[in-house]
């Protein structure tokens, strides 16, 4: 059967698709033009004619794929409730004991982008927006007097720094720390971090507003 011919929107998003379908499967050092050409019968030219090379190609489907974490977060840290409720949320998804499934691809795409510079800026540029989205909570519950938290864009560097590297623990070397453990950790670094008294649940006097959206379900 004949192949339907796409746009040229549609035939990057068919190959983007592919190429993660492949990092997935590969890794994201060893996927090659040819696996994604191959997957979708088409030829490597196609590819390299919407990508010029493997390492854009890679590094526009590290991208796509990590979207999909960065708008949940965003979902997380833009609900109408407290600061401090959408920090809980927003951390617990984020550490490797969470519901966040691309630590793998991360954790992959930061060793290879040592070497790839295209992955490497569109790595910065995505934990960066990590980074961001907590600042801004953060300096939302110190304006509003949740708690005292004096340098938000410290805190936010040093909460994803420690959730980083128990990442790394969790998923490279089972077993190492225990998820409990870990989720503990996690909890005692955004206390710390915002001056509040180990196990605080919610700032004092404060109550959850409606959603935002209809549906919108919180996870913590």
């Given at each position: ?26 890794g994201v050092a060893a996927v090659r033009i040819a696996d994604v050409a ?130 790394v623990q969790l998923t490279s070397y089972d077993g190492a720390v225990p998820?409990?453990?870990a989720q503990e950790w996690a909890d005692e670094a955004l206390d710390r ?28």
């Amino acid at each position: 059967m004949a192949r339907v011919r796409l746009g040229v929107a549609e035939r990057r998003e068919e190959l983007l698709r592919a190429a993660i379908e492949q990092i997935e499967a590969r890794g994201v050092a060893a996927v090659r033009i040819a696996d994604v050409a191959a997957s979708l019968g088409v030829s490597n030219a196609l590819v390299l004619y919407h990508f010029s090379t493997k390492e854009r190609l890679v590094a526009e489907a590290f991208a796509r794929a990590a979207q999909d974490d960065l708008a949940h977060l965003r979902k997380l840290v833009g609900r109408r409730t407290t600061a401090l409720r959408r920090l809980r949320a927003a951390v617990r998804w984020y550490a490797p004991t969470g519901q966040a499934k691309g630590w793998r691809l991360w954790i992959e795409g930061w060793a290879a982008s040592l070497r790839e510079p295209a992955l490497r800026e569109v790595a910065r540029g995505l934990d960066q927006e990590w980074k961001a989205a907590l600042v801004e909570v953060i300096a939302e519950g110190v304006a509003a007097g949740e708690f005292p938290c004096p340098d938000p864009a410290g805190a936010a560097l040093r909460l994803t720094a420690l959730l980083d590297g128990l990442a790394v623990q969790l998923t490279s070397y089972d077993g190492a720390v225990p998820r409990a453990r870990a989720q503990e950790w996690a909890d005692e670094a955004l206390d710390r971090e915002l001056g509040l008294a180990p196990g605080t649940r919610d700032a004092p006097g404060t109550r959850d507003a409606p959603a935002r959206r209809s549906g919108d379900q919180s996870s913590s």
